[in-house]
């Protein structure tokens, strides 16, 4: 079909990879007008994952952002035919989601909960509609189901040549049989590149190369957390009386069931999955598969017979294993690298990509156009991670725990047991010694809560108050009544210094940040749309020097934004592990404080947002008086190999004021309780500062910045389409964690961005965007609001500002 075609000498943009992704970013691209685009495919396409996906195409996911994915993906499928003339397969045959366990019952609820937020019908039904909607399953041990009527199926290989036509119909030049051999740059930016059938000179590269896109990236220097697994399904003969039904999710076994022409698939996400080196991948790997290990797989078989006993009777006529490659978190990888400009990832599917791939594509095309998506992935940009999740050892150890976690329980606050201990804290031993129970983040294990002698530091997974609640209650209320000390070593810790640093990041932060030496300012950098890009701290450190302090799980992203955005003379270094982190808060951290330090810690010598070099216990430090908790209180940034010295001073003289270990659970429900946003759950480049309630952090008469035009058009529009609102609910019992949807007088109008226990205030809170404009203390107390959990409302307060201290006097006294 393409040889016979010449390789251009230059084009606007190469895709490299003809999966469903490859040719969805071409269609995408060639819709928007984008026509000198050429995708180089190096056999056939759909020869290397997509030809043998089972074609799921499901329409509800964990997180908003991957059901976006899914939900624009239908819309697209189910129309391609009829533009491209080229079947795709897609049908609406439905889908059933069963549950066996209780929690099971409860996350199913809560996932039918959230389908109504994306306008997703779904309903829940008994053993008895089931078996109508499934003629032949066993219904022993069900508990309940749910039916979502308008998922579907699709034909991959169909559906991706109705892409690929679809994108040739518009322009762009599809190359079989040509393998991209070297990504060309100059200066760390794309160039072109070079394949086995010529150079091409382009301006952009997006690698859609599916389990090879760890390698091709590598060439260049881009480290990607991708690693392949094996995965498998079986076919069954033909099964007498099989017509088109619903896709079958049994998750408790981990199987799926698909009719197919009368026959029955039935694949799984087995819990100790195989890793797949790319050794094992021939160089002519194309529509190759594996031999299936049938000892491996024989107990999800066994399983899928006692769901649907048919199977039992029914010969197997193909055992199929092939590879597919997963994520260290189970998200995809998408956007620019901070490595190379000019080159875009969308890769690391997690047996999604079929689902997924419409909706992929139009992100990625728009991206790469427009230099922003067309919404908010970031829980899927590229940028998320952290060197230390990027070497072979860890993507190898961990990948295959995550495939097993597909269809395992999401369950609130779950850690993966594999791959851990990647970057420890100068506290590590301390913290471990004192009862702490770790989590990870980006490599980073935290404390994240304390057992009590005698109790065990690990935690029982519920969807009710779990095991640690009352520990976390304890941290809680020692920094609202006394004093707690948290480790926050894993924070990101940037130094720009030079003659220039104000001036760049004058231009960088929406705030004002030229300020006297040791103010501290709490600011953003915003995109030209003014929306938020980055939520952080920035400290005046010296007149040539600053500190912009942000969290572990915006550190990459950070520093790219800021490596991409300062110009002239400045320096930029990141000093996050050269410092360890402690934050002492509460009524009584200044007391605790005083007796370590000479420095005068009144409110007058060092008042609040204010920052010093001091001598604590014998070291030498920067220490600032801020709080995340809302309380009165001082953060610590120590050399780190004196960080253990420090925190065990810190402990010593803390005795008579019952100091305690805090843990990052703790902080998380107090600086809800403040209404205190988190970026990436509660602000993200979608949302604007007057949604959020920031707005009086910017500066819009101390000088220009990025995204000051937005700013001041969203200034000028006297109002905001939706806002974002704290929600405290009646009930004490219930339990909030996020994506539950918020209910304005009887109407679904958003859900939470962040959800957690308020022990200070004695019931579950969370925050949430609200969508209906104007929103105003008056409004909001004439209307009814309700917070959905697993299907209940639950009456719930809604107020602008947090629930705990909303005048926010507590951190200056
Ligand atoms: C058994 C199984 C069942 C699945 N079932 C489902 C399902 O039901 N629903 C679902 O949504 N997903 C499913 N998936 C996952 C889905 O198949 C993948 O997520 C999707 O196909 C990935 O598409 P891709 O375009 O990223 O990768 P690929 O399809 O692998 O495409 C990448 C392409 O890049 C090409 N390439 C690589 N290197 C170069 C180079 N140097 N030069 C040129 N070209 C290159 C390759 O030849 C290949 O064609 C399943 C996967 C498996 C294994």
């Given at each position: 079909m393409s040889d016979s075609q010449v390789l251009p000498e230059k084009a606007r943009i190469a895709i490299i990879g003809g999966g469903i992704i490859g040719t969805s970013v071409a269609y995408h691209l060639a819709k928007r007008g984008i026509k000198d685009v050429i995708l180089i495919e190096r056999k056939q396409l759909t020869c290397g994952t997509t030809w043998h996906a089972a074609g799921l195409v499901s329409l509800l996911w964990p997180t908003p952002t991957l059901t976006n994915l899914a939900k624009y993906s239908h819309e697209l499928y189910a129309r391609l035919e009829e533009e491209t003339g080229q079947a795709t397969g897609y049908r609406r045959v439905g889908s059933i989601s069963l549950a066996r366990t209780e929690a099971r019952l409860e996350e199913i609820k809560r996932t039918s909960s959230m389908a109504k937020v994306f306008g997703v019908e779904s309903e829940m039904i008994d053993n008895t509609r089931l078996a109508e909607l499934y003629p032949g399953i066993n219904t022993d041990g069900i508990l309940g189901a749910l039916y979502t009527p308008d998922d579907g199926q699709t034909n991959p290989i169909d559906t991706t040549m109705a892409l690929a036509k679809g994108a040739r119909m518009n322009g762009v030049k599809i190359f079989e049989n040509t393998v991209m051999e070297e990504l060309l740059t100059k200066d760390n930016v794309i160039t072109g590149i070079r394949t086995d059938k010529g150079k091409v000179e382009v301006d952009q590269v997006i690698l859609c190369g599916g389990m090879w896109t760890r390698e091709l990236a590598k060439t260049v220097g881009v480290q990607l957390p991708i690693y392949a697994c094996e995965h498998s399904y079986i076919v069954t003969e033909e099964m007498p009386g099989l017509t088109q039904r619903p896709v079958l999710r049994d998750y408790d076994r981990g199987l799926y069931f698909k009719e197919d022409a009368g026959k029955m698939l039935v694949g799984w996400f087995e819990d100790n999955a195989i890793g797949l080196s790319m050794d094992r991948i021939a160089d002519d790997f194309c529509f190759d598969q594996f031999p299936c290990d049938q000892d491996h797989v024989e107990p999800y078989v066994m399983g899928s017979m006692d769901t649907f006993p048919q199977l039992e009777t029914t010969g197997i006529r193909t055992w199929f294993n092939g590879p597919e490659s997963f994520t260290n978190d189970n998200l995809h990888i998408l956007g620019p690298t901070s490595e190379i400009d000019k080159l875009f990832i969308a890769a690391g599917m997690n047996s999604k990509g079929i689902g997924a791939g419409g909706g992929v594509g139009k992100i990625m095309a728009d991206w790469m156009i427009?230099?922003?998506?067309?919404?908010?992935v970031s829980e899927c940009d590229i940028r998320r991670h952290h060197p230390a999740q990027q070497h072979e050892d860890y993507v190898a150890e961990r990948i295959p725990e995550v495939l097993g976690h597909t269809y395992a329980m999401h369950w609130p606050f779950y850690q993966y047991d594999s791959a851990r201990d990647q970057i420890h804290s100068p506290l590590h031993a301390q913290l471990s010694a004192a009862g702490a129970c770790f989590g990870e983040v980006c490599g980073h294990e935290r404390a994240n809560w304390f057992a009590n002698p005698g109790q065990q530091a690990k935690y029982e997974y519920s969807y009710k108050k779990p095991n640690w609640f009352n520990n976390t209650k304890q941290e809680h209320m020692a920094m609202r009544e006394g004093v707690g000390m948290y480790d926050m070593s894993s924070f990101g810790k940037f130094e720009v210094s030079g003659p220039a640093a104000a001036k760049n990041l004058q231009y960088i932060c929406a705030g004002n940040i030229d300020v006297p030496v040791g103010k501290v300012v709490y600011t953003h950098f915003l995109n030209a749309r003014g929306g938020i890009e980055a939520d952080v701290t920035v400290v005046r450190t010296a007149e040539t020097t600053y500190w912009v302090i942000t969290g572990i799980s915006s550190h990459s992203r950070d520093w790219w934004h800021l490596n991409h955005r300062l110009i002239d003379d400045v320096l930029l270094q990141d000093i996050s592990m050269n410092f360890g982190g402690l934050a002492i808060q509460g009524p009584l951290s200044r007391q605790l404080l005083q007796k370590v330090t000479d420095t005068d810690l009144s409110n007058k010598a060092f008042p609040f947002a204010t920052g010093k070099l001091v001598d604590l216990a014998g070291v030498r430090m920067w220490m600032q008086r801020l709080s995340y908790v809302g309380e009165l209180g001082w953060e610590l940034f120590v050399p780190a190999q004196h960080t253990a010295t420090v925190y065990h001073a810190l402990h010593q003289a803390g005795e008579e004021f019952g100091l305690r270990n805090v843990g990052m659970h703790a902080v998380n429900s107090a600086r809800m309780e403040k209404g205190f946003v988190h970026w990436g759950h509660d602000v993200g480049p979608e949302d604007n500062l007057f949604e959020a309630g920031l707005s009086w952090a910017a500066k819009p008469n101390a000088g220009s910045f990025i995204g000051i035009n937005g700013f001041k058009e969203q200034a000028a529009a006297n109002g905001t389409e939706r806002r974002l609102v704290q929600f405290k609910l009646d009930d004490p019992e219930a339990m909030l964690f996020h994506n539950e949807p918020i209910v304005m007088n009887g109407e679904i109008v958003g859900y939470l961005t962040s959800g957690m226990y308020g022990h200070a205030v004695g019931s579950a809170i969370g925050m949430g965007y609200v969508n209906s404009p104007n929103l105003s203390p008056i409004r909001l107390s004439k209307a009814t609001f309700e917070i959905e959990i697993a299907l209940k409302r639950y009456s719930a307060q809604a107020s602008l500002q947090g629930f705990y201290d909303p005048k926010g006097l507590r951190p200056k006294g």
């Open positions: 427009d230099g922003y998506p067309s919404g908010d």
